[in-house]
């Protein structure tokens, strides 16, 4: 089987202003050391808003997904705190990197008051759009709708406070600096990635970077490795750069690559079937990477350690599995959203550890299973899947493979197999799982209670 290489994105860390030499804040005013000049225009890209009362960011509560959720503001580092900011007339739209969902005032209020929440984001939508004034090195965030700025509640440094609109002025409450979210895998002389912060913007109000090493990501990278459409299945991307990692790049928060592709060299330069090799990608617990390309060879893919989002990962040939899902929480959540591989012998995803796996808006071409429940790990667990709008183009062997035995469920919806018809692909095979051993087949097609779909739910076009 030929191997396909697919480039990696690197991360970039942008400090936009003066919020690099952000100072912790104290409850006295909370006013930062250095914010001492005007900020400039701010640029679209994906940042952390950080607010000058208790040097807290801006943040969607347990990085819910969920529409009506009213933001807070949070110690920083945590994987709902991501803003990609898109251009919207004289203004901005603030999108959550982790749901797609956009920060707005809600019910489109004008009141003092009124809270700002995440909700499903609306094209020209004046209650989704914030001007950016520069103010003490920072800025007010002004809402389209009502003219009103974002505040934390009450004035308050306390994490957890709920943010909300109100008249605008010059309190620590209302004033937001932006620090560009951790994206920067700037190759070193020796190859590997290490993150770096060493870019703040031009009197242009265009950032600049720095990275080490002739491998150095460009602004030119492809914006076909970007994720545009939510919802849509994507082409697969044709990235520019290639980074290379020689060890595991380590993902806390947000890593986005910006559509580059990441080949492993060295000890992860192989694209076997052996399951002790590392990854390319290590996710911790809430951790969100996203906009990357996994070349050829891919190592063991991505690893996730718990709660995780894949969004717009593509891989061009896999190795021994895209991505390993762990963790022990049997309320974890991982998702990949977008996004496409092709090329696995065996497995795409791999899910060992506990919880519910959603995977939607992608596309698998020549593959064994999209999915597998661990069918013989040591520690078994109920899991569950949720497959929504998949395009699968044959060759390929089986959808998902479960444990309903074990207490797993898999609920299919708008899956496209495309190709040679007359190539059978099973939608839903079921297993008889064990903690040692080999787990022996127990039957396929939906039955209600473990393999949930329809006939309706499955299309199928040459």
């Given at each position: 089987m030929s191997k396909r290489a697919i480039?990696?994105?690197r991360g970039r860390i942008v400090a936009l202003g003066s919020a690099a030499a952000l100072a912790a804040a104290g409850a006295a005013g909370g006013i930062w050391a250095s914010a001492d000049a005007a900020a400039p225009t701010p640029v679209a890209g994906t940042y952390t808003l950080v607010g000058a009362a208790g040097g807290l960011c801006l943040d969607v509560p347990g990085s819910s997904v969920a529409d009506g959720v009213q933001l807070t503001q949070h110690a920083c580092g945590g994987?709902?705190?991501?803003?990609?900011?898109?251009?919207?007339?004289?203004?901005?739209?603030?999108?959550?990197a982790h749901s797609g969902k956009c920060a707005a005032v809600r019910d489109a209020r004008t009141g003092a008051g009124a809270a700002v929440q995440q909700e499903a984001c609306t094209t020209g939508a004046p209650a989704q759009t914030w001007t950016f004034t520069a103010v003490d090195g920072g800025y007010r965030l002004v809402n389209g709708g009502s003219g009103k700025c974002l505040a934390v509640r009450d004035g308050s440094a306390a994490p957890g406070t709920p943010v909300q609109q109100n008249s605008c002025g010059s309190a620590p409450a209302k004033r937001w600096a932006l620090k560009a979210v951790a994206a920067t895998a700037a190759p070193t002389a020796s190859g590997t990635a290490t993150a770096t912060a060493s870019a703040t913007p031009t009197a242009s109000a265009k950032p600049t970077a720095t990275a080490t090493a002739s491998a150095?990501?460009?602004a030119t990278a492809s914006?076909?490795?970007?994720?545009t459409a939510t919802g849509a299945i994507?082409?697969?991307?044709?990235?520019?750069?290639?980074?290379?990692?020689?060890?595991?790049?380590?993902?806390?928060?947000?890593?986005?690559?910006?559509?580059?592709?990441?080949?492993?060299?060295?000890?992860?330069?192989?694209?076997?079937q052996s399951e002790s090799q590392p990854a390319l990608f290590e996710l911790a617990d809430g951790a969100v990477l996203q906009n990357v390309v996994l070349g050829d060879p891919a190592a063991d893919g991505v690893h996730c350690s718990g709660t995780c989002t894949l969004r717009n990962v593509w891989w061009e040939n896999?190795?021994?599995d895209a991505a390993t899902f762990k963790g022990t929480s049997a309320s974890q959540v991982m998702t990949v959203d977008g996004g496409g591989a092709r090329g696995a012998a065996d497995k795409v995803f791999q899910h060992n550890g506990p919880g519910t796996m959603v995977i939607r808006n992608f596309r698998v071409e020549d593959f064994g299973k999209l999915y597998r429940s661990c069918g013989n790990c040591?520690?078994?667990?109920?899991?569950?899947?949720?497959?929504?709008?998949?395009?699968?183009?044959?060759?390929?062997?089986?959808?998902?493979?479960i444990n309903p035995n074990l207490g797993d469920t898999a609920k299919i919806t708008r899956l496209t197999i495309a190709g040679d018809t007359s190539h059978k692909i099973t939608v839903c095979q079921r297993f008889t799982g064990v903690t040692s051993g080999e787990p022996k087949e127990a039957g396929s097609g939906p039955d209600g209670t473990s393999c949930l779909y329809t006939a309706a739910d499955v299309t199928y076009r040459s």
């Open positions: 480039r990696p994105k994987a709902g705190q991501a803003w990609r900011l898109t251009a919207a007339g004289s203004g901005f739209t603030l999108v959550a150095k990501p460009t914006p076909t490795a970007t994720a994507q082409a697969w991307p044709t990235p520019t750069v290639d980074v290379p990692l020689t060890a595991t790049q380590k993902v806390t928060g947000v890593f986005d690559g910006g559509g580059r592709r990441y080949v492993g060299k060295g000890a992860l330069g192989t694209g076997g896999v190795g021994e040591k520690t078994q667990y109920a899991r569950h899947v949720v497959i929504d709008n998949v395009l699968a183009t044959v060759p390929g062997k089986k959808i998902v493979g």
